[in-house]
Nanobody, 115 residues
Framework: QVQLVESGGGLVQAGGSLRLSCAAS????????MGWYREAPGKQREFVAI???????TYAGSVKGRFTMSRDNAGNTMYLQMNSLKPEDTAVYYC?????????WGQGTQVTVSS
C-alpha cells in the first residue's frame, strides 16, 4: 500500500490560486491511477480530478477550466493547481492512489476560500 501526504492548503481570497501537492511513498511510475477528491462541511466526499495510467486528466464539471492536475512521473509527487478559486471550493482536499489492487488515501489538506 502506498502512503500519501498532501500539503499546500490554506486560506485564500476568492479569485486567488493555490497549488496542492501529494507526495507518495514511492515513484509514481509504479502507480496506475491517482486522483483528487474534496469534502466540504456537511457534504459527502466528491470527485475532483483523476489520471489513469498517467494519461490526460479528467475533471469534475465544477472545476474544469480552473483546476489542473499534473504528475511528476519521474518522481513521487502529484499536484493540483487551483485557479480562480471560489468560496464553494472550500473543503478538505484528499489525494488517492490505486496500486496493488488497493486504494490509498492521504490525510487531507484544508482549503478555505473567503468571499
Amino acid at each position: 500500500q502506498v502512503q500519501l501526504v498532501e500539503s499546500g492548503g490554506g486560506l485564500v481570497q476568492a479569485g486567488g490560486s493555490l497549488r496542492l501537492s501529494c507526495a507518495a511513498s514511492r515513484s509514481l511510475r509504479s502507480i496506475d491511477t491517482m486522483g483528487w477528491y474534496r469534502e466540504a462541511p456537511g457534504k459527502q466526499r466528491e470527485f475532483v480530478a483523476i489520471s489513469i495510467s498517467g494519461g490526460i486528466a479528467t475533471y469534475a464539471g465544477s472545476v474544469k477550466g480552473r483546476f489542473t492536475m499534473s504528475r511528476d512521473n519521474a518522481g513521487n509527487t502529484m499536484y493540483l493547481q487551483m485557479n480562480s478559486l471560489k468560496p464553494e471550493d472550500t473543503a478538505v482536499y484528499y489525494c488517492n492512489a490505486y496500486s496493488d489492487s488497493v486504494w490509498s488515501w492521504g490525510q487531507g489538506t484544508q482549503v478555505t476560500v473567503s468571499s
